[in-house]
C-alpha cells in the first residue's frame, strides 16, 4: 500500500481510498480492540470510530513519522482504552450511586430513625406523584442528583449525555416539579 498516495486520497474525501483502507486493516483494528475490550459489540463500535477518525483526520498523518497502517491502529489502540476507562467510571459510579441511595433509604446510624421513617413518607407522599409526572429523563437525573449524592458530571457520564444537557435536564425538571407542588398546595387550600 502506498501509504502517501492513498493519505492524499484520503484528505480528498474519495471514498474508495477509505475503503481499501478499512478492507486491510479493520481486521487488526478489531482484533486489538476486541482484547482489550473482551466485547464484540465494543470492538465493532471502536472499529468503526477508528476509521471515521481516520478519515476526517487524514491530513494529520504525517507519512515521514510512521506508517498509515501504524497511524489507524494507535487510534484503535487509543479508542478502545478511552472506551474501557470510561466503561470502569460508569460502573463506579453506579455502584456508589446504588450504595448512596441503599443508605438514604435505610435509618441505620441515625439518631431517631422513626422521625426520620416520618418525615421520608411524607415527603414520598408530596414529592413522589409529581415526580412521577416528570419526564424519565428529568427524573433520573433529579433522583441521581438528590437522591443519589451525584455531582453534574458523574451523572452526565452514567448517563451518557453531555453535562451540559444533564444541568438542563435537573433544572427544567426542578422548575416543573416546583410548579407541579406550589399547584398542589394552591389547590389543597394553601395547607
Do not use: C
Not at 7 to 33: H, I
Not at 56 to 68: I, K, M, V
Not at 90 to 104: C, G, L, Q, T, V
Amino acid at each position: 500500500m502506498n501509504h502517501r498516495s492513498l493519505r492524499e486520497r484520503l484528505v480528498a474525501g474519495e471514498r474508495r481510498a477509505l475503503e481499501e483502507l478499512y478492507d486491510e486493516l479493520a481486521p487488526r483494528v478489531y482484533a486489538l480492540a476486541r482484547s482489550i475490550l473482551l466485547d464484540e459489540r465494543d470492538a465493532e463500535e471502536v472499529v468503526s470510530d477508528t476509521f471515521v477518525q481516520a478519515w476526517r483526520s487524514a491530513a494529520s498523518f504525517d507519512p515521514d513519522r510512521g506508517t498509515l497502517g501504524a497511524w489507524v491502529i494507535a487510534i484503535g489502540r487509543s479508542r478502545a482504552l478511552d472506551r474501557r476507562r470510561s466503561r470502569r467510571r460508569r460502573e463506579k459510579i453506579r455502584d456508589r450511586e446504588e450504595h448512596r441511595i441503599a443508605s438514604f433509604t435505610t435509618s441505620e446510624g441515625e439518631s431517631n430513625p422513626s422521625e426520620t421513617a416520618v418525615s421520608r413518607a411524607a415527603v414520598s407522599r408530596t414529592v413522589g406523584p409529581a415526580l412521577a409526572e416528570l419526564a424519565p429523563e428529568q427524573r433520573r437525573a433529579i433522583e441521581l442528583a438528590y437522591l443519589g449524592g451525584l455531582t453534574h458530571r458523574e451523572i452526565s457520564e452514567m448517563m451518557g449525555v453531555p453535562l451540559g444537557t444533564v444541568k438542563t435536564r435537573i433544572r427544567s425538571g426542578m422548575q416543573a416539579l416546583r410548579a407541579r407542588l406550589i399547584a398542589d398546595r394552591e389547590r389543597k387550600g394553601g395547607r
